[in-house]
T-cell receptor, first 113, second 115 residues
Framework: SQKIEQNSEALNIQEGKTATLTCNYT??????LQWYRQDPGRGPVFLLL?????KEKRKERLKVTFDTTLKQSLFHITASQPADSATYLC????????????FGRGTQLTVWP | DAGITQSPRHKVTETGTPVTLRCHQT?????MYWYRQDPGHGLRLIHY???????DKGEVSDGYSVSRSKTEDFLLTLESATSSQTSVYFC??????????????FGPGTRLTVT
C-alpha cells in the first residue's frame, strides 16, 4: 500500500528563518505531489502542486521541490511569520482519473517571534 | 471554504444509533470524498464518488455507507455508530483542472462524538 511519511510531527522556528518540511513516499511513484495547510478546527487548504517532471515550484514565499530518485518532496517557507503557524500536509496523487489523494499525517509548524 | 458546506457541524450520539452526515457543494465538481481525521492517523479516505450514483470504497470504509443522488450532495451514513467512529469528518471536492490535476477543496468538518 502507499506510504507517505512526513518525518517531523512538529517544527519550531524563529520568525524570519526558512522553514523546511519533508515528505517521503514509498511503493508507488506519484504523478503529482500536493501540499495543503490546515489551521486548528478547519479543513485543509490547497497550497501548491508539483509534477513528477518538475524539480521546483514557487509561489510567493513558498517553494516545493520534488526528487523522484530520493522519493522526497521538500516544502520551504522563506521569511517565515507567526501567521505561517499551522499544520502542513503533503498528499500524493498517483495520476488516476478519480482524483484520489493519499495524505501524510502532517507537520505542525510553529513560528515564534 | 470554496462553496462546500457540511451538516451538522457538531453531533453527539449514542452507540448503536444511525447517523447521517451531509456534504453540499455549489461548485458543480464531479468528484466528492469523505475523510476522517484522527490524531496520529492523519486524513484517511472513507468513500469517494466520481459521479451521481457512482461511488467506491476508500481505505477505512467498514461501518460506513454513502449515497450520491445529486451532483451537489454526498451523504455519509454510519448505520450503527460505535465509539471508534468518534472523529472529525471532512468532505472534499475536486474536478479536473486546466492543468490536468485534481486539487481538493475541503469543507469545514463535522465533529462527531459517539458515547
Amino acid at each position: 500500500s502507499q506510504k507517505i511519511e512526513q518525518n517531523s510531527e512538529a517544527l519550531n522556528i524563529q520568525e524570519g528563518k526558512t522553514a523546511t518540511l519533508t515528505c517521503n513516499y514509498t511503493n508507488y511513484s506519484p504523478a503529482y505531489l500536493q501540499w495543503y495547510r490546515q489551521d486548528p478546527g478547519r479543513g485543509p487548504v490547497f497550497l501548491l502542486l508539483i509534477r513528477e517532471n518538475e524539480k521546483e515550484k514557487r509561489k510567493e514565499r513558498l517553494k516545493v521541490t520534488f526528487d523522484t530518485t530520493l522519493k522526497q518532496s521538500l516544502f520551504h517557507i522563506t521569511a517565515s511569520q507567526p501567521a505561517d503557524s499551522a499544520t502542513y500536509l503533503c498528499a500524493l496523487d498517483r495520476g488516476s482519473t478519480l482524483g484520489r489523494l493519499y495524505f501524510g499525517r502532517g507537520t505542525q509548524l510553529t513560528v515564534w517571534p | 471554504d470554496a462553496g462546500i458546506t457540511q451538516s451538522p457541524r457538531h453531533k453527539v450520539t449514542e452507540t448503536g444509533t444511525p447517523v447521517t452526515l451531509r456534504c453540499h457543494q455549489t461548485e458543480n465538481h464531479r468528484y466528492m470524498y469523505w475523510y476522517r481525521q484522527d490524531p496520529g492517523h492523519g486524513l484517511r479516505l472513507i468513500h469517494y464518488s466520481y459521479g451521481v450514483k457512482d461511488t467506491d470504497k476508500g481505505e477505512v470504509s467498514d461501518g460506513y455507507s454513502v449515497s450520491r443522488s445529486k451532483t451537489e450532495d454526498f451523504l455519509l451514513t454510519l448505520e450503527s455508530a460505535t465509539s471508534s467512529q468518534t472523529s472529525v469528518y471532512f468532505c472534499a471536492i475536486s474536478d479536473l483542472g486546466g492543468a490536468g490535476t485534481y486539487e481538493q477543496y475541503f469543507g469545514p468538518g463535522t465533529r462527531l462524538t459517539v458515547t
